[in-house]
């Protein structure tokens, strides 16, 4: 019980940031194109290209008995990819960094769901 009142303590303060964020740069987000939106939401496409991978290299043996290179390429993607598309969101966001940045620690508790769901598929677990 602990853990999940943690859990959303950390989701309402994210958001909390993202509000303050957004709120100073609102007459900028209200002329967004579709393009600058999806850039600033790079960081949330993580969480259903990682739940995917977990599925696709689920495994269903005995436990502790996958292949140790399923385990390695899930974690060196998670190590690669999602700060590869934070990185991506804050340089493209060009006059909405703050923006991007607020809403980097709520997708990272998104994707840190999503991740750990996705190596429970791999491990068996």
């Not at 019980?1 to 709120?23: D, E, H, N, P, Y």
């Not at 967004?32 to 939106?37: A, N, P, T, V």
């Not at 909405?96 to 750990?116: K, M």
């Amino acid at each position: 019980m602990k853990w999940v009142l943690i859990f959303f303590g950390v989701c309402a303060f994210c958001t909390s940031i993202v509000a303050a964020t957004c709120f100073f740069a609102r007459q900028r987000l209200r002329s967004l194109s579709l393009k600058d939106l999806l850039l600033l939401l790079y960081p949330f496409f993580f969480a259903p290209f990682i739940l995917v991978w977990g599925l696709i290299f689920s495994w269903w043996g005995p436990e502790d008995t996958e292949p140790i290179w399923r385990l390695e390429a899930t974690r060196w993607l998670c190590y690669l990819v999602y700060p590869s598309l934070c990185a991506f969101s804050i340089w493209k966001s060009r006059g909405l960094r703050p923006v991007a940045v607020g809403l980097i620690p709520l997708s990272l508790v998104v994707g840190l769901f999503a991740a750990g769901l996705a190596f429970a598929f791999v491990t068996g677990d």
